[in-house]
């Protein structure tokens, strides 16, 4: 299953002064803001700190030369650099690239969406901490990410953490809020269970391999359908 290069996907976070603002800071406030005033906190503080207990659980399952879509401040793919192991984010904030390259990580500034380096040759693919939101469509997304995977390769998926439904398939538009305001347009984003990302997944052209759970974030590997390791 293949999907058009031309899926848009939003420069909000590339343009928003406050995301690049908290970058900076190295934390928040950052909120994802919803028209009924609803906000989803963002974890910054985490994002530009090392790798904690659970993101240590996704470096262990990564194997071979890693893309980190959607890689922030550059964690995951510093963290493989300093062990020796190939990997490269992307990112589409300016901010975001600066900071992992800083930190010794190779990152570019590029949309998922665009031509990007080695596609169907990545032995692993990162979509962690919220990033199966990026273009608020999912199918869009995984089918994107399948022509960049190996045939034998694996794409780990964070779902929406414990307490929120296994089938919870949200699609909403959103704009950033740095806890004064709001800014910026809206942009869709989407958060989905593990089951419900199982479900875009195998229409995509995945097959879920193994899932886990550490300090209330869940995590699913995938592989490209038909390779022949299935759930574990």
């Known amino acids: ?9 939003t420069r909000a976070w590339s343009t928003a002064d406050p995301y690049a603002t908290a970058l900076r800071a190295g934390h928040g406030p950052l909120f994802l803001h919803r028209a009924d005033g609803w906000l989803l906190p963002l974890d910054v503080e985490r994002w ?5 207990d659970a993101d240590r659980t996704v470096l262990a399952a990564c194997r ?5 879509i959607g890689c922030g401040p550059g964690r995951m793919v510093t963290a493989l650099a300093e062990g020796s192991r190939p990997a ?3 990112d589409v904030s300016t901010e975001a690239v600066r900071r992992t390259r800083a930190a010794g990580g190779a990152a570019l500034l590029r949309s998922v969406f665009e031509p990007l380096p080695q596609e169907g040759h990545w032995r692993t693919a990162l ?23 190996h045939s034998h390769g694996t794409l780990i998926v964070e779902a929406a953490p414990v307490g929120l439904a296994d089938d919870l398939d949200e699609r909403t538009p959103v704009r950033l809020h740095d806890g004064t305001g709001a800014h910026g347009a809206a942009f869709p984003w989407t958060r989905v269970g593990p089951t419900a990302l199982i479900r875009h997944a195998t229409a995509a052209g ?5 899932a886990w759970s550490r300090d209330d974030r869940r995590f699913v590997a995938l592989r490209p359908h038909g390779d022949g390791r299935g759930l574990r």
Request: proline letters at 8%; hydrophobic letters at 45%.
């Open 127 to 149: 979509l962690i901490d919220g990033n199966i939101g990026i273009g608020g469509d999912p199918g869009a997304l995984l089918s994107r990410v399948r022509q960049l995977v």
């Open 48 to 52: 530009c700190a090392g790798p904690d």
């Open 88 to 90: 490269l984010g992307i």
């Open 1 to 9: 299953m293949t999907v058009s290069l031309t899926v848009p996907e």
């Open 206 to 210: 995945w097959a879920p391999a193994t």
């Open 64 to 68: 071979g030369a890693t893309l980190d």
